[in-house]
């Protein structure tokens, strides 16, 4: 039986559905009466092969000038590649347009939610688009900006059931040939809850993605690089966040509305596709965690190796998975490359270049620690016990630095019997009956 | 935020022994019995205490719950139904619990109803996950959420009784039918 949430969400799809026939044939209709002239303004058809040519009409003309710069080797191979991109708000439209400028192959869009005013001091929407879903907004958009991108878009919120195992079918098959996976998934949401689902979709297909953050009090955000097996999933530690550098006691929390800013956002979703780019076409460094600090203009970076006893077997699988395909791969020579120390023959002033990080911070860091350099921290810290792979007192916290909240355990650690669940012989129809009866 | 009440209020609930969730289909009917004895266990204490407050029951696979609720307040009893829909990532993510009718009068809540535990209770639930259950979630999420939304949304005029809808302050007129 459908729900009258379902039903609601229904007339919403269908109303929209409506609003993109009525587009599609006032756009037939103004085709028609122009088919003589030479092009509809603000419409171009569809190009087949990427062109280096340098014309004003080459949309893709700026991007191959990339190859020849020599930043890029093969800039057309974007075109091969699927992106999912999950929650298509402040973040992720901003994304899925900078991707679809690139010449992307593929979008997925997924996002549950309708565009509305009060979105409009982030990117992207426009308020004539109120009360649409946002997926089907921004395909509207994205098309006009470039039809040579295919895209698929699913109004619904992949946390629950049905849909779950939907996105999941689709991350599988839904690559740019129907049947192959996507390449990359890009995590835009604004939820743990959402973020877990994804990671629990990466861990069991060994799917890699990249998840994105920016801070309730929108000054704050980060990237993250997750390869399943290779570098920690989402469950592997407390989730990560840029210290804010504010007093907590002084942070306001009435009301539990986020703030957000189109700058932060902004930014967040540039490195996200920096990131994208660099990973999928190879080149420059791929980051695997980048923060950003808006109030101190600082980004802080790192990588986080898997936590062996991660809660998630699916992550434990593939860390198991990654250390045999890294004990089989052949040794690669390892090429030193001697830098030749310049000395300069005349140094009045006796400057030196010295180096950022101590010998005393290099051995701090090194050893099963989750290495959080200065500026991230943890969103909370977890009992002893679920932190195996190290030591409460090991898991550092960088002097300055606060914990944004830090729940207490309620739960005796070696939970005595007593306090457990008592077996039961009756069966769930006698329960379920029971409980009706209470 | 764990003071005396609530360590007493969690020690009347059993833990849960089974981590499985919607999508382990054997351990979810072994864990789906579990939150069913909890769940019992923590209304009969309620019931033996004088502070029954909710009751729940869940579809055949028992992924969609459905219930009342009920915050007593000034002597007078406000009733409301509840929903919520299990995630695929349950136990290890917390399921929200909506009050569809209360959508829209206050800040602490998003679409549908579903109201804000972001701060007082989902970090709770990622420490203490996967012993808690759907009992726990009732008496440390939408409990404590109750004690504090209801009185305010009293007072602010948003919430009227509904067997006395003029206002709460007005004293029950005598020999009313």
Redesign the interface.
Known sequence: MATMEELKLRVRELENELIKCKQRSSLEEQHGHHQHHQQQPGHRPKIHKMSAEVVDSNPYSRLMALKRMGIVEDYEKIRSYAVAVVGVGGVGSVTAEMLTRCGIGKLLLFDYDHVELANMNRLFFQPHQAGMSKVEAAEHTLRNINPDVTFETHNYNITTLDNFNHFMERVSHGGLEEGTPVDLILSCVDNFEARIAINTVCNELGQVWMESGVSENAVSGHIQLIIPGETACFACAPPLVVAANIDEKTLKRDGVCAASLPTTMGVVAGILVQNVLKYLLKFGTVSHYLGYNAMLDFFPTMSMRPNPHCDHAHCRRQQEEYQRREAERPKEEKVVEVEEEVVHEENNWGIEVVSEVTEEELNASSGLVPDLPEGITVAYTLPPQKVRWCSTSSLHNPAGLTLWFNPPVLVPQDSDEGAMVQETEESLEELMARMKQI | ??DEA??RA??AI????TDGG??DRELW?QR???E??????Y??AN?AADTDWF????DPG??RWTGTCWYVHELLRYEFSVQL?????YP???P?VAVPELEGKT???Y??GRV?L??HF???W???AP??GLAHLMALGLGPWLAVEVPDLVARGLLTHRENPQTHRDPPSAGAP
């Open positions: 935020m764990a609530t360590r969690v020690s059993p833990l849960l022994r919607p999508r009917v789906l019995r579990e069913y004895v909890a769940l019992i266990r209304v009969e019931k009751r729940l029951e869940s028992g992924t829909e299990l995630p695929a990532t290890a993510t917390a929200d800040a602490k809540m679409r549908g804000c972001t701060d989902k970090p709770l990622a420490r203490n012993r808690f």
